[in-house]
Every structure is written in C-alpha cells, then in structure tokens.
C-alpha cells in the first residue's frame, strides 16, 4: 500500500510541478549557491580527480536538507496538503 | 486518478501529514541529489572552477569605491582635455570637439557645405560625376524630400546637379527648389550652350562674365540689374518685372553703346525655352523672396500670387515628367492651380506634387482647366512664338484624363 502511495505521489508531483516549484524556491532563496559552495570544500577536500558521485551526495544531501529555510518549507508543505486534499475525496 | 483517489480516501489525518512530509522530503532529496549531479558533471568536465579566478586577479578587478573615480577606477574627464590632431587639416583638436570638427573638415557631415565644395570643385572641372547626383539625392533626402530621387534614374544631365547645388545653397526650401530645377534644368539643357554658368553665375554677379558671355547671356536672359542685389535678372526676355527700356538700359551700360538693341525673343525661344524660362521664374522669386517688394506688373501670370505661380509652376513641371512627351501640356496645365486657395506652400506643394505625379494631376487639372484658360491665353500671347496653340494642349490633356 504504502509503495502505492508512493507511486501516486510521485504522480502527483510530476503532474503539478511541484518540483519545479520547489528548485525555483530554493535558487531564489541562496540554497543552492550555499550548497554548491559546500560542494567546493568537499571537492578541494578529496582531491579534484577523485571525487564521485556518491561522495557528494553523501556529504551533500543532508547538509541540503538541513539549509532549506523554514518560509519555502512550509509552502511547500501547504501545497503538498492541498494536492492531498483535492485528491481525497 | 481513479485509483489514487481510492487510495487516499481511506487515510485519516495523520497519515496524511505523514504524506505530506514523505513527499516534502522526496522532493527537497531530488533537488539535493539534482544538484550533485551537476556539481559532479561539472567537475568531471573540467568546468566546475571557471567562475573562479584567482586571488591575485580578484584583486585587480575589485569595485572601486572612491570618489571622482568610477568603479572601474577610471576618472570621468580624463579624455576631455586631451588633444587630437586631425588627420585631414593637421590641426590639434579637442576631443570633445573632434568628431563635429571632423564631419566638417571631411565634408560629410548634414551641415558641412559638402553640396557647396562639391559645386565649387565641379565648377572647376566641369565634370560630370554620377556620384554628385547621388549626393545631391542625399540631400534631397536630408531634407526629407523623397521624390527627387525618383527622378534621378532619368535624365541625367551636366546641369542638374549644378543646379540642384546652387538653390541649395540659396533658398531656406531648399528640397522644393531641388525638386523644380530638377526639371528646369533638364528643360534648359538643350537651350544653351553653357547652362551651368548661365543659371550660377549670372544670378550672382554681372561683373564676373567677361563680354562674350554677357552678350549670350543677354540675349536670352531680361539681365536688369536689381538695385538690391546688384544681380542680373534672370527671367525671361518678357519678364513682367522689368520693362524694355530697363534692359535696353542694361544693355548699353554692360556692353557699351553698340549692343543696345534687344535680341528678338524669336531666336530662342522654343518650347523647351518656355520651360526653362519658367524655371528662371521660379529661380528670379527665388531671389525675390528674400528681397524686398517689386510688385508684379500686369500679366496674367503675376496677377496670381507668388505662391500660387510657384506652386503652378511647380505642378507643371510635375505633369510634364508624368506626361513626358508634351511640353506644352504643362503650360496648359501650370494655370491648374491657379484656383487653389492658400496653402502652406511646403506641404501643399509636396502633396500637390504627389498627387500630381500619382495620377491625380488629372483630377486637379481638370477641375482648373477651364478657369484657367484665360490666364493661359494671356501667358501665351505674349510669347512672340505662339507655344503651340493653346486650344489642342488642353483637348490632348483632356485625352489623358
């Protein structure tokens, strides 16, 4: 069940942009230049010619999830229970 | 949709909220994850680093934040001062001045008398170059006057550039006398020999043409010395302005005693001479506009205003290029306009023109024709040569129509 809601979700998301919404929020507000900065460090950090893909998200990924600011988060969580909402019923 | 909303229907609140953060942190990881792979790529590629410079550079290229200094560092009025030497009078200019000096210097500029150099240089040579009538169809276009330059693929002759050049340099309305002695100046081309220095030089000064020439020229010019402006005038031998006595008076005084009898009218005038004539109307107001009053005499054609005879004069030569085969219709025609009421003789003649030229001349003559008749006679008659007779000028224009 719960793989199915996945499913759906991910539906819906593609269905109302809501990805693109978030990746234009989150550009405007200075998240991704701070992200991409921290990318820098990592990189410097393991040599140029070595890094991988998997080092980056590893290091990336939850720093990202931290840096989000509250206002984008919580619009973005409104949206999503909108969504819900109109698809309850 | 149909499923999902079977699906959903069946979650309480909670569960919902735990949805919606499910999905909230699914997105915020895809963007994350998004941008490592950018990051990566660009590392791997080799641009990753490029917006970066190095230190030392970021130095160089710092804001600068002084005052009387832009942010480049530069002060505003460094080049004010300096000096250039121009290349084509070797004089030190000031650089705020150069490029003004400059249009000047190399005469190409809107204002720099390039139509007047060109006309003293080609007065000197007598040539004839194509490309001064394309310069003069740059001035006409200066001055907006667009319809010169359809004429120009026509009859290309020594004397119209030089006359374009002259009136020019004349008149404030330049572009409208362009247009006219365009026309007058390729009526007059087969009249004399030296047509160039006929219309330039006589309107400007007597004293400059040695003997030969003042005898040729008085012989198809009137040629009374105007007290004003001390000029010959150059309208026809019949001009209205001036008497016979006058110009046997200026005969005499110009070519001593022997040389006083008027040359017969007969001798030169032909039907382009007319139109010629009649440009050296419009050429002879020309020069009355800017002085002072001599009040038209009798004729039929001065008893019009200046303005309306210009502008019917204008109109002529304007149906003589659209008919281009009669010369004669034109004088038949150049009485159209006669009963046009005042109008602001720039625009009007334009649109006159135009209309003219576009075909409308049929409309307008028509409408004129007849009122204008007499005033045609009287024109005529007093031409020793009748111009043809009047009564089949109109009859072929008619056919026209």
Known sequence: FYWHCVQQHARFIERFGLKELLRAKLTECGWRDQLKAHCKDVIKEKGLEHVTVEDLVVEITPKGRVLVPDSVKKELLQRIRAFLAQHAT | ?401
């Open chain 2, 1 to 401: 949709m149909k499923m999902e909303d079977m699906s959903l229907s069946g979650l309480d609140n909670t569960k919902l909220e735990a949805l919606a953060q499910d999905i909230y942190s699914d997105l915020v990881e895809d963007a994350c994850l998004g941008l490592c792979f950018e990051v990566h790529r660009a590392v791997k590629q080799g641009y990753f680093f490029l917006d970066d410079t190095d230190q030392e550079s970021m130095k160089d290229f710092e804001i600068v934040d002084q005052p009387g200094v832009d942010i480049f560092g530069q002060v505003y009025n460094q080049w004010k001062n300096k000096e250039c030497v121009c290349p084509n009078c070797n004089r030190s200019i000031a650089a705020s001045r150069f490029a003004p000096h400059l249009e000047k210097c190399l005469g190409m500029g809107r204002n720099s008398s390039r139509i007047a150099n060109r006309r003293i240089a080609s007065s000197n040579n007598m040539n004839n170059k194509s490309e001064s009538d394309q310069e003069d169809n740059d001035d006409v276009n200066d001055n907006d006057w667009s319809y010169g330059s359809e004429k120009k693929g026509e009859n290309k002759t020594s004397v119209n550039p030089c006359l374009n050049v002259f009136f020019v340099t004349l008149a404030e309305q330049a572009h409208l006398y362009h247009m006219l002695f365009s026309f007058s100046g390729e009526l007059s081309n087969s009249v004399n020999a030296d047509p160039y220095k006929y219309n330039y030089n006589t309107g400007i000064n007597y004293e400059t043409l040695g003997p030969d020439e003042l005898r040729s020229l008085l012989t198809t010019q009137c040629g009374v010395i105007s007290e004003h402006t001390k000029k010959m005038c150059t309208r026809s031998q019949r001009c209205p302005q001036h008497t016979d006595e006058q110009r046997r008076a200026v005969r005499v005084f110009l070519l001593g005693p022997s040389a006083s009898s008027l040359p017969d009218a007969d001798t030169m005038v032909e039907s382009d001479c007319y139109d010629a004539s009649d440009g050296q109307v419009l050429m002879s107001r020309l020069q009355w506009d800017g002085s002072s009053d001599i009040s038209p005499s009798d004729s039929a054609s001065s008893k019009a205003s200046k303005r309306t005879e210009f502008r019917s004069t204008f109109c002529t030569f304007i149906q003589w290029r659209s008919v281009s085969s009669h010369p004669l219709l034109s004088i038949s025609l150049s009485g159209t306009n006669n009963s046009d009421s005042k109008k602001p003789k720039k625009k009007k003649k334009t649109s006159l023109g135009l209309n003219s030229t576009g075909g409308g001349g049929g409309g307008s003559g028509s409408g004129g024709g007849s009122s204008s008749q007499t005033s045609l006679v009287g024109l005529s008659n007093r031409k020793k040569k009748p111009k043809l007779p009047v009564p089949p000028a109109p009859s072929i224009y008619d056919n026209l129509n």
